[in-house]
């Protein structure tokens, strides 16, 4: 074979001719073309990826708000328990002072209600006449704090009013009540009825036999309401 014949067949029939030095000009503009259309797909893929992280990110941002309304109204809350507790001393110390009694006032916030406390103070001892017969002076006398602590707000009062650490003492005996009749329920397999109980009374056994695991239910009509303990 001749070196013309050579070289006629490795050059297709169909190419056109090109002067020297532009044969690789057509592919140039091919490659940033295919470099650009990369370029906008690696683009097109972030803004994407973005667009869905912030779409993931949205709810936290929608909750943000709600997480601040909901420590605003515990703050709320509190101020308003704290003010219960400020207005239900003035009115028991003015009590003290007109019925000429010793005793201080202490005031604190228990879960979501006010607590005050009449306790000992330096000049002398609380009566315990205040506490009277199982507590039903107590009990008298907080219904009766309650209802200036409401004219003076405006709103119900749900406080606690504690004389001479009764009901501290109270609670730690019902707590012992309530364990032993627990007890006695799972042991026999039949429910028990407890004595007659105030509200308090009644809260501090129910929040017992929750904690074992049991039901109790309060049945009867004050004075004579009760708690009952079931079995499983």
Known sequence: MSDTQATDLETPTDAPDLPAGEATEPTEPTQRTGSTEATDSTE???TDSTASADAEAEPAEKTEPAEKSEKGEKKSRVRQLERE???AADFLETLLDIADLDGDIDVDVDGDRAAIAIVDSDEGRVPRRLVGTDG???EALQELTRLAV???TGERSRLMLDVAGYRAQRRAALVELAQAAISEVKDSGTK???EPMSAFERKVVHDEVAASGLVSESEGVDP?????ILPE
Do not use: D, I, N, S
């Open 44 to 46: 097109t893929t972030a």
């Open 150 to 152: 409401q004219a003076e």
């Open 224 to 228: 004579h309401r009760h708690v009952v």
């Open 192 to 194: 028990r009825a407890l």
């Open 85 to 87: 507790g400020e207005v």
């Open 136 to 138: 039903k002076v107590l």
